[in-house]
C-alpha cells in the first residue's frame, strides 16, 4: 500500500460519498486517519455497515454545520459547489477543502499523466491507455473515467503510470498536485453554472499543470486560443500539438498523415476514429505516448483499429443502410457541433435535455446537412426554434430518446446517419448520459 506524503492532518471531513467519496474514506482510514462522513443522501444499509466496520464517523440525511467540529481539512465531491454552507462556513474558519485527485497525487508522485479539457478528455485518455497496454507498459487508467483517482493511486505499483482523465470540478480542488505529464486539449465556455464566470473556469482546468517544473511536460493544443494564452506562465517542456500547421517539436498532421516531430507515424486514411475533431485527441494522446516511449508499431496498431468509445460518437449499427451513432456524451453545444462537422452524408439529429438557460444559436452553422431533427427533454422547444431558423422542416417531438430513435427511423432514407448527440445534460429524464445512450443502444436493436 502506498503511503501518503505530506499530508499532516488528522481529522478528515470526507463531504459526500459516491465514488470518489468511498474511495478517500478507504484510503484515508487506511492511513490511520480520523474520518467522518456526511452526506445528504442515506445510503443502503449494506453500505452503512460497510463504513461502520472500517470505523468511520457517519452523519446522513442532512448537513449540519456541526460535522465541522474538530475537523482539519474536507475533502469534497467533486460535483458539490462551493456554495454548500459546510463549504462557506469551512472557508470561514478557513479548513482547507481539496477532492480526492490531490490525495491521488501525494500519492503517485511521478507517475501521473493528467489529461484535461472542455472536450475529448475521454477519448485521448482511452487512447493513449490503450497505446501504452499494447506497447506492454504497465498502467492504470482512473479518475473521471472508470476507477477513482485515489484508488488507482493505492494501488499503483513500481514501474506502473496513472493515466487520469481529469474534469475542472477535480483540478479545483487540488492544491500541490502535479502529473508528470499534462495534456490540455482545448478551452471553451462550459459548466459556468457551477464555476460561475468563463475566468474562474478557465483557472481551473490551468491547475493542471500550474506545479510543473521544467522537468515535467505539457502537451497543449497550439491551434486553441485560450490555450495558447494559458501556457504562456508554464514552466513544463511544452509539447503543442496542430491539426493545421507543422510543429518541428510536437504532432501534427497534413491532408495524408499524422507525424511527430519530423518523423511520419501513420496514413489519415488508416485511421478508424471518423471526426476531424478526434484528429486533435489522436495527436494529444500520440504526443503522450511518444513521451513515454511507447513504439510507432503501437501507436499504429490502436489508430488503426480503436472506433470509439461508449457514447462518444459510437457506431451502433447499420439498419437497413441507415447509420446510428450514439453520441449521448455530448452534454453541451460544443460537442454537438464536433459530432455534426465528423458527418457529410444527411443526418437526422436527435437533441435535448436538461434546460441550463443555453440558446443553442451556435449550432447553426452545423445544420446545413441536416435533413430532420427528433427532440425531447426540457429544451425541445428551444431546439424547435433552431430547427426552424435553419429552415428544417421536418421536426417531430419524444417523449424520450426510445421513442426518438424509432420516429427518426421512420423519417429516414437510405445512407441517411441517425445521431444522437443531445447538446444537454441527461439529467431532466435520466441520472446519467450513460443511461440515456444504453437506452438509445436498446431502442436502435429493436429496429434490427
Known amino acids: ?40 443522501h442515506v445510503p443502503e444499509d449494506s453500505v452503512i455497515k460497510q463504513l461502520q466496520s472500517m470505523g468511520a464517523e457517519l452523519v446522513f440525511g442532512s448537513h449540519p454545520l456541526s460535522v465541522l467540529d474538530g475537523i482539519e481539512i474536507i475533502v469534497k465531491n467533486p460535483g458539490i459547489p462551493y456554495e454548500n454552507p459546510i463549504l462557506e462556513e469551512a472557508e470561514r474558519r478557513k479548513i482547507p477543502i481539496i477532492t480526492e485527485v490531490e490525495l491521488a497525487g501525494l500519492l503517485a508522485d511521478d507517475a501521473i499523466i493528467g489529461i484535461t479539457g ?29 476507477t477513482a483517482a485515489s484508488d488507482a493511486a493505492q494501488r499503483l505499483q513500481s514501474g506502473e503510470k496513472l493515466v487520469l482523465e ?49 522537468r515535467d511536460f505539457l502537451i497543449y493544443n497550439a491551434d486553441n486560443a485560450h490555450v495558447v494564452r494559458a501556457v504562456q506562465h508554464a514552466k513544463a517542456s511544452l509539447v503543442p500539438f496542430s491539426v493545421h500547421r507543422r510543429l518541428t517539436n510536437g504532432a501534427w498532421a497534413d491532408q495524408s498523415s499524422i507525424y511527430f516531430k519530423d ?21 494529444a494522446a500520440m504526443s503522450a505516448a511518444k513521451l513515454n516511449g511507447v513504439s510507432n508499431e503501437s501507436i499504429r496498431h ?23 451513432y450514439n453520441d449521448s456524451k455530448a452534454t453541451n453545444i460544443l460537442a454537438t457541433e464536433k459530432a455534426l462537422a465528423s458527418f457529410k452524408q444527411p443526418v437526422i439529429l436527435l437533441a ?22 427528433v ?22 417531438m419524444a417523449a424520450n430518446v426510445t421513442e426518438a430513435a424509432q420516429k427518426a427511423y421512420a423519417l429516414s432514407n ?8 443531445p447538446a444537454c445534460a441527461s439529467w431532466d429524464q435520466y441520472d446519467t448520459f450513460e443511461q440515456r445512450g444504453d437506452m438509445f443502444v436498446q431502442a436502435v436493436h429493436t429496429l434490427l
Open 1 to 40: 500500500m502506498n503511503q501518503l506524503k505530506h499530508f499532516p492532518y488528522k481529522h478528515v471531513l470526507v463531504l459526500g460519498l459516491a465514488k470518489s467519496g468511498m474511495a478517500a474514506a478507504r484510503l484515508l482510514i487506511e492511513q490511520r486517519k480520523h474520518v467522518r462522513i456526511n452526506d445528504r
Open 118 to 146: 472542455s472536450n475529448g478528455k475521454t477519448t485521448t485518455t482511452t487512447l493513449l491507455a490503450h497505446m501504452l497496454e499494447t506497447d506492454g507498459q504497465p498502467m492504470q487508467l482512473a479518475g473521471n473515467i472508470g
Open 166 to 214: 481529469l474534469s475542472s470540478f477535480q483540478l479545483l480542488g487540488t492544491d500541490t498536485f502535479k502529473p508528470k505529464i499534462a495534456v490540455l486539449l482545448n478551452i471553451y465556455e462550459a459548466h459556468l453554472d457551477y464555476h460561475k464566470t468563463f475566468s474562474h473556469y478557465k483557472q481551473a482546468k490551468c491547475r493542471i499543470f500550474r506545479n510543473q517544473t521544467s
Open 263 to 283: 518523423e511520419k507515424i501513420v496514413d489519415r486514411r488508416d485511421i478508424r476514429l471518423v471526426g476531424s475533431h478526434n484528429l486533435e485527441n489522436i495527436l
Open 302 to 324: 490502436v489508430l488503426t483499429t480503436f472506433t470509439g468509445i461508449k457514447h462518444r460518437l459510437q457506431f451502433v449499427a447499420k439498419v437497413n443502410d441507415r447509420l446510428f
Open 352 to 373: 435535448g435535455g436538461l434546460d441550463r438557460g443555453n440558446a443553442f444559436d451556435e449550432l447553426l452553422p452545423y445544420l446545413t446537412h441536416v435533413k430532420a431533427m
Open 375 to 396: 427532440l425531447f427533454g426540457e429544451t425541445k422547444e428551444k431546439l424547435k426554434d433552431l430547427a426552424d431558423k435553419a429552415g428544417i422542416s421536418q421536426v417531430k
Open 414 to 421: 437510405p445512407n441517411d446517419v441517425i445521431l444522437l448527440s
